[in-house]
């Protein structure tokens, strides 16, 4: 093995079910090197890691470890914990109803004379963690009660109390604010000069350039090439993953869309609030329109939405859908009324894991026909043909089940199960999380496309580019209540910046 | 070969392969005891009607299938089971017999208020227990088990109440029809196969299926998406209840008598078994009705299979746990990824040889 490097893969080789998953890749980190491994939804990243930790088995390639003679074979991720590979994956893969404490040492906590767990000291050794991090957490608590972001922040820190030589993040930052991510890169850039090699799995390009000294790019389950951050500026970075020029997002909005003012309302909410997650607030949004809820993570973005779609029920204030005053109490009342919520927590809301592409893309129609009604066989084929045509949705076949997609095909089938009911008004919260560059363009053309047919939409995103792009107005909200709108003008990058701060009425 | 893939790979296989393995045993006992191998099979007619095993067995398998039709949309929607079902059997007997006799009779020869009444009313507290415990487990949030819990204690016990602690008996032939023939056809049969038949219909004509699946795999998904989770949940659990309105009916007409106290014992346990032999997940989400009614049937025809091999009442609890056990295990998936592992090889060698 070569000087300074902690880990090699060559040519591993993976298959699923009808797809060729992994073709010959090559994957080198060295000692204290923070890497990205970049591309495009289904390029492989995230089965690369599998492999890497032993829950996906490959089939051809060797793994060699630093300090371990020949190749590695881990049998699951227990076993590549043990030899020192930790990972962090895009989703939060921690126990909720377990204490901070319990879910940091979840098998190996320390151990009293008589072999019982030793709850004291663990508590002890949790908090010292959590202080050295800079995390203000009750370790004691259990996770479900913190924040996606924190949830986020303590399974990294899990992994990072591991001694671990090669740390795995998968996605770590795509539930984060900025703030938070500045955190975990101070986290990050500690470790490298403690000699861990990282690896660092993101769809965000400012990031990888900040923060990662090398690059490896997949595409279609094969290695592009392995690079230095030198060598490889944006722009030629979006070509490699994506086998093409880049097509520029600026240009995407059509002149003269702006102003939506004159069309008819949509929906008008006077004095909407939900307690504890929302305060009372006005919106008006017209048909036509696209509307962005821009603020940082947890200022009630989400939650405004979700109040107006009845996911949580409005408590105060009164609604009117079409000029007409409506009570929504459940989901379902919203569909009737030609609505549709695209949630953020897309595991937990969104797909239907053991169900198929097709089940999933009919459900909302289903459920807006009632159960007497159920749609033939014949029509459903035809829906998910049609959706998985339009959305260019890579599955295997239809009757895959949605779990095994990766997460912007599963992304797209959420997105096809609302248009397949035509609805009038569309909420997507963070529709483009986690999701490659060339799907996101896909689906800010396909937002635009939209608001162009009169379909109204709110558009919630953490990226204020991506908001830019699509939006002909921004409320902002900052702790839960909504402090103003922003529109014309006023809608650039900075402006944004300065209302979220604070700097607008 | 090809073919033989395709049948393993059926949904249904291992259901019916538990189902035809209990049947072997059967010939090979028959064999080794010096019957026509083929006896277990035998139909024949005396007295005017239906007599052999596998009647036997589809006779008294009726109250198990019919509890795993709702039992089977319990587990898929709420990944929890109704312990409540043989208390609610009892319970619902004991209900319609003390109509049919008037309270404090233990012993009539003709009805007290009409026969479709008793057992109307039978059916009816039977879904109230449904609904129930429905109400407990999808609006109150209580995990399923501790929510029938309460009537798999109280329902029983309620049915001794109704009964006066006696145990009542109707002596009419219109009441013992219905646990006894039909024709020549045992009517618990019949019984059986027409829920089951109504069962399939409704899945079939209607979205109910994949209502019920999409909330049992993910409740939250489910909502957002514009099912009413907890109507679904709380239909479940009513429908379950209907099951074992139904099969307490049965079993009473059967011995004609409201035993409340023996009625439905421990058949809840039967019933999640039969879900479970059917090859269906505990935890909810998919279902496969077939299954689990092939899985009653199954269950039925191992006690059958026992008494037939001269093991008596007593003992027989040991060698079903035995036979369980086997058939579990063939349906885990150590056992399939094993299997699955040894024909890879056996089609590699086959190539090396090839090439």
Known sequence: MENNVVLSMKGICMTFPGVKALENVDFNLKKGEIRALMGENGAGKSTLIKCLTGVNKFEAGEIYLDGIDGPIVNKDTMDAQKKGISTVYQEVNLCPNLSVAENLFIGREP????????????????????????????????????????????AIARAVDMDCKVLILDEPTSSLDDN??????????????????????????????????????LRNGT??????????????????????????????????????????????????????????????????????????????????????????????????????????KNPIDAMNLGMGL???????????????????????????????????????????????????????????????????????????????????????????????????????????????DGTSVIFI????????????????????????????????????????????? | MDKLKKITKMKLFLPIFSMILVMMINVIYDIASGNPPLSFFTISINNGILYGRLIDVLNRGSEVAILAIGMTLVVSASAGTDISVGSVMSLSGGLCCMLLAGYGVTNVSEYNVPLWAGMLAGIAIACV?????????????????????????????????????????????SFQFFGGYCGIIPTPIIIAAVCVAIASVVLRVTALGTYIQSVGINKKASRISGFNSAKIILLCYVICGLCAGISGLVATCRI???????????????????????????????????????????????????????VSSAQAPVFKAIVVILIVVIQSQPVKDYFKKLSAKKAAAKEAVQA
């Open chain 1, 342 to 452: 695209l949630p953020d927590d897309r595991k937990a809301e969104g797909i239907i894991g053991d169900l198929s592409v097709r089940e999933n893309i009919i459900l909302a129609m289903q459920a807006k026909l009632g159960i007497f009604k159920k749609i033939p066989m014949a029509k459903q084929i035809e829906i998910a043909d049609k959706f998985i045509e339009m959305l260019q949705i890579k599955t295997a076949s239809r009757e895959t089940l949605i779990k095994q997609l990766s997460g912007g095909n599963q992304q797209k089938v959420i997105l096809a199960r609302w248009l397949a009911t035509n609805p009038d008004f569309l909420i997507l919260d963070e529709p483009t999380r986690g999701i490659d560059i060339g799907t996101k363009t896909e689906i800010q053309k396909l937002v635009i496309k939209l608001a162009e």
């Open chain 1, 180 to 217: 938070e991510v500045a955190k975990l890169f101070g986290m990050m850039r500690r470790l490298r000069e403690q000699g861990v090699g990282i690896v660092f799995v993101t769809h965000f390009l400012e990031q990888v350039y900040e923060v990662c000294d090398g690059i490896t790019v």
């Open chain 1, 111 to 154: 151990m009293t004379k008589i072999r019982t767990v030793n709850r004291k000291k663990m508590n002890e050794m949790a908090a010292k963690l959590m202080k050295d991090l800079d995390l203000d957490v009750d370790v004691t608590q259990n996770l479900e009660e913190y924040s996606l972001a924190l949830q986020q922040m303590i």
């Open chain 2, 129 to 173: 227990c449904g609904l129930f415990n429905g109400f407990l487990v999808a609006y109150m949030n209580i995990q399923p088990m501790v929510a029938t819990l309460i009537l798999w204690s109280a329902g029983r016990a309620i049915g001794l109440l109704l009964c006066n602690s006696n145990i009542v008996y109707v002596r009419v032939p």
């Open chain 1, 223 to 328: 290695l592009v090439g392995e690079y230095s951050i030198e060598e490889l500026p944006r722009v030629k970075l979006v070509a490699a993953m994506m086998g093409k020029d880049f097509d520029d997002l600026a240009s995407i909005k059509p002149e003269g869309s702006g102003d939506k003012s004159k069309e008819p309302l949509v929906i008008d909410a006077k004095g909407l609030s939900h307690a504890g997650t929302i305060k009372p607030f006005d919106l008006e949004i017209h048909k036509g329109e696209v509307i962005g809820l821009t603020g940082l993570l947890g200022s009630g973005r989400s939650e405004l939405a979700r109040v107006i779609y009845g996911a949580d029920r409005a408590q105060t204030g009164t609604l009117k859908v079409k000029e007409k005053e409506v009570t929504i």
């Open chain 2, 256 to 310: 004609y008598s409201a035993d409340t106290n023996n009625i439905g014992l421990n058949m809840e346990l039967d019933a999640i078994l039969a879900v479970a032999l059917g090859g269906n997940s505990l935890g909810g989400g998919k279902f496969n009705l077939a299954g689990s009614i092939i899985g009653a049937y199954t269950i039925q025809a191992i006690t059958t299979t026992l008494y037939a091999l001269g």
């Open chain 1, 461 to 505: 995103s953490s990226e204020i580019e991506e908001m830019l792009r699509t939006c002909n107005r921004m409320a902002v909200l900052r702790d839960g209540s909504k402090v103003g709108e922003i529109s014309g003008e006023e809608l650039s990058q900075e402006g944004v910046m300065k209302a979220i701060a604070g700097g607008a009425k």
